[in-house]
């Protein structure tokens, strides 16, 4: 039985900020400010709000996700959220959070985290298996909320954002149509590179300062020398893992429609078409330039904004990856 996408959400804070003032308060001192900024693509990103937390943004877009679908409450058997972000202790439990915002008391609650800005794609693997093991389970909310206490420029890969996204998702006799079908989900792991690159914030820094700061939750390049390896390497990982997974489920890279890669910069989507053969017209970049890197939530709201801008046409075939500190790259395929 077909996993179909019935619908999406997403919420981003309405705050925002522009990424010249970013660089100018966490780098002041950083030359060649302008040329990293147009490597980068990203002129703003979204900020929360004393009130935001990453359940309670999960949530909105939740909600969001289930009044698109006609759904209520009552009709959602499982939550799962998927923890990426490092403050993420606003509650033990996101997805418990999530289910009591939007009334789902019955709901069943699953966190999958642990694989960095990939989690989204691991949540959704997982979820996947579940539907297809368990007879009973026909539907189900996968959502991410992300935030940033503050240093929010990692020089020299990323500006990271919050917002957040969800899917609605149901298992179902047959497509109807007009929706797209999750065909294939896969996380492909590289171990070798988890020193590249980290958060600076944990309890290393916690036992040397006895204190965190908001710029504290920022990345920074750990091992010089493994960085400079992924660097080299990193886009022919994802494109080898695209080339693969498309080859697995005769899908021609000519035939993709769009191509859905996260935020972290505006090569990422075209640095791999090129390198697999997908028309550089089907890669979506708006995500990166006007939100920024909001780690696990990308995947779901680049896939809203998407279908807002442009509706779905029928015999599309989706594309949707993510990379993630491990390293883990992250693919989905979706089909109408």
């Known amino acids: 039985m077909p996993i179909v996408l019935r619908s999406t959400g997403a919420y981003y804070p309405s705050q925002s900020i522009q990424t010249t003032d970013l660089m100018a308060k966490e780098h002041p001192h950083l030359l060649l400010k302008r040329r990293l900024l147009m490597v ?3 002129e703003s990103v979204h900020v929360g709000g004393a009130e ?16 698109n679908a006609g759904w209520g409450s009552e009709d959602v058997q499982t939550i799962m959220t998927v923890g990426c ?25 699953l966190g999958v985290g642990d694989v960095a800005c990939a989690g989204s794609f691991a949540a959704l693997r997982v979820l996947r298996s579940l539907f297809i093991s368990e007879k009973s389970l026909e539907r ?29 998702l149901e298992k179902m006799a047959r497509r109807p149509k007009g929706k797209l079908e999750l065909k294939h989900v896969v996380v492909r792991s590289h171990p070798e590179f988890i020193d590249a690159f980290g958060p600076i914030a944990g ?25 400079s390896a992924l660097s080299k390497v990193n886009y022919d990982l994802g494109a080898s893992v695209l080339a693969d997974n498309l080859a697995s489920v005769k899908w021609k890279p000519d035939s993709v429609t769009r191509l859905l890669t996260d935020n972290v910069t505006k090569s990422v ?26 780690f ?28 993630g500190l491990g390293q883990h790259w992250g693919l989905a395929l979706w089909q109408s």
Not at 284 to 293: A, E, L, N, Q
Not at 299 to 322: C, D, P, W, Y
């Open 40 to 42: 980068l693509g990203c």
């Open 52 to 67: 935001d937390t990453p359940a309670t943004m999960a949530a909105e877009s939740a909600c969001q996700a289930l009044e």
């Open 140 to 168: 189900a909310v996968l959502c991410a909320g992300c935030m940033m206490p503050g240093g929010r420029v990692f020089i020299p890969a990323t500006v990271f954002g919050d917002g957040s996204g969800a899917f609605v």
């Open 203 to 227: 309890f290393n820094r916690l036992r040397e300062k006895g204190r965190l700061e908001p710029e504290d939750w920022s990345f920074a390049v750990r091992d010089a020398d493994a960085y």
């Open 85 to 109: 972000t490092l403050p993420d202790v606003d509650v033990w439990s996101a997805s418990a959070k999530v289910a009591q915002l939007l009334d789902a008391l019955h709901a069943e609650c």
């Open 296 to 323: 696990a939530a990308d995947m779901f709201a680049n896939m809203h904004h998407s279908l807002e801008t442009n509706a779905l046409e029928s015999k599309e075939r989706i594309v949707s990856m993510g990379m």
């Open 269 to 294: 989507g075209f640095a791999l078409a090129e390198r697999v053969g997908i028309p550089e017209d089907r890669v979506y970049v708006d995500g990166c330039r006007t939100r920024g890197h909001a």
